[in-house]
């Protein structure tokens, strides 16, 4: 049964940051292109990315993420999420070139398990993500300090989300934890729970509080969340003894947008209509959902749903727009009413890849993505402690 089309939100003064037009130079890192960046208005930008990937061949191999932008996504070799994608990387030795259309914590990924004679190239270095930027190294370093005065970090397993920098990824190494996806978040839980008796999760605390609580029935009162910017994370001794989930004080900035009242809004709205969401929202948004699971479950969901179903999904709205398209015969309504875009995500853009192809193309490697090396080598390994876990190896998402 056909529907009426996908409307999109309407933008608002803020949302035009969002969509990556324009800078907060105070909170972006912001970058300079030696050589001059096109103009987004040029029209021969569509034939320059053809010419410039049709002249690099097989030399090139371009990564690109769910919540990118279609133009870019068009010239995208696979598209998925950050660790399949960085996985794809790695299985692609012959590339010498990995130019990632995503942001920089999965650049650094690829770079770690890619080759050595292979650069991963991230086309706007202002493109990272604020979740993996709220858990700063020297942050995490502290706060494991705080767990040692207490006397529970002996007993504490550090688990990330593969949504973090490489540096905490390999701070989790170090300290016996592992790397998680929001698909396997439930079976690290269970790994951790099995090697100690608390997990410090970092750093997104809603999927850390939606997996224990919802899919290993920890009580919410069990779960605490530590504050990096206040002293002791803003929690007493007897707090830290007693919690089993010590969660960052973290939070994606898209799906953190969704409320409970967007949910029983859709319901007035459409009813009988399905309530989709990713499980980095909160807690009483994933509660008040139908369904909840990764960008891999949601986009499986709508591929099996019946047509003429009704779906509002909470997700990123480049994603949802392209299911909307995808799935004609359903109706798919973004879950809130104003507009969502991964602000950082759209940082990458056509004219920045094309910038980076045609640099490539006169030999030029910019925006090198390089992880230090111990840096590496402990984000590997908690890297391989996630693909050692019974079920994850072999299909492990985000």
């Not at 770079?111 to 700063?136: E, F, K, R, Y």
């Not at 997104?204 to 779960?223: F, K, M, P, S, Y």
Request: proline letters at 5%; hydrophobic letters at 45%; aromatic letters at 6%.
């Amino acid at each position: 049964m056909a529907t009426e089309s996908f409307v999109e939100p309407a933008p608002t003064a803020l949302a035009l940051l969002l969509l990556g037009r324009g800078a907060d130079p105070d909170s972006e890192r912001g970058v300079e292109c030696p050589g001059g960046l096109p103009a987004a208005s040029d029209p021969d930008l569509v034939e320059r990315a053809r010419a410039a990937k049709a002249a690099l061949g097989d030399r090139v191999f371009v990564l690109g993420h769910h919540y990118q932008r279609d133009e870019v996504i068009a010239f995208a070799d696979v598209t998925g999420d950050s660790f399949k994608l960085a996985r794809d990387a790695a299985a692609r030795p012959q590339a010498e070139y990995i130019v990632f259309a995503g942001v920089h914590f999965m650049a650094e990924s690829a770079d770690i398990l890619t080759g050595p004679d292979q650069a991963v190239i991230l086309p706007d270095l202002a493109a990272g993500c604020s979740m993996a930027d709220m858990a700063a190294i020297g942050q995490v370093e502290d706060a494991w300090d705080v767990l040692v005065e207490v006397g529970v970090a002996e007993v504490t397993v550090p688990i990330t989300y593969m949504n973090s920098t490489a540096a905490i990824k390999a701070f989790t190494g170090r300290h016996a934890g592992a790397v998680c996806t929001s698909s396997n978040a439930r079976r690290a839980l269970e790994w951790a729970f099995e090697q100690g008796q608390k997990v410090f999760f970092l750093p997104d605390q809603h999927l850390g509080r939606n997996t224990a609580v919802l899919e290993l029935g920890i009580g919410l009162d069990e779960c605490v969340v530590f504050d990096p910017h206040k002293p002791g994370g803003g929690l007493t001794p007897e707090q830290l003894r007693a919690a089993r989930m010590i969660l960052w004080k973290g939070h994606c900035s898209v799906h953190g947008r969704f409320a409970l009242e967007s949910v029983v809004d859709v319901r007035e709205r459409v009813p009988g209509i399905n309530v989709l969401v990713h499980p980095e929202c909160r807690h009483d948004v994933v509660t008040a959902a139908d369904y909840v699971g990764s960008t891999e479950f949601i986009i499986k969901t709508l591929d099996a749903a019946p047509s003429g179903s009704a779906w509002a999904i909470g997700t990123e709205l480049n994603l949802v727009k392209r299911l909307a398209l995808a799935h004609r015969d359903k109706q798919v309504v973004f879950l809130d009413r104003t507009v969502c875009f991964c602000s950082t995500m759209n940082r990458i853009d056509l004219p920045h890849l094309v910038w980076s192809l045609e640099n490539l193309v006169a030999g030029t490697v910019v925006n090198r993505i390089e992880v230090d090396p111990d840096v590496a080598h402990w984000a590997r390994v908690a890297l391989d402690r996630m693909l050692a876990l019974p079920g994850v190896g072999a299909t492990p998402k985000d």
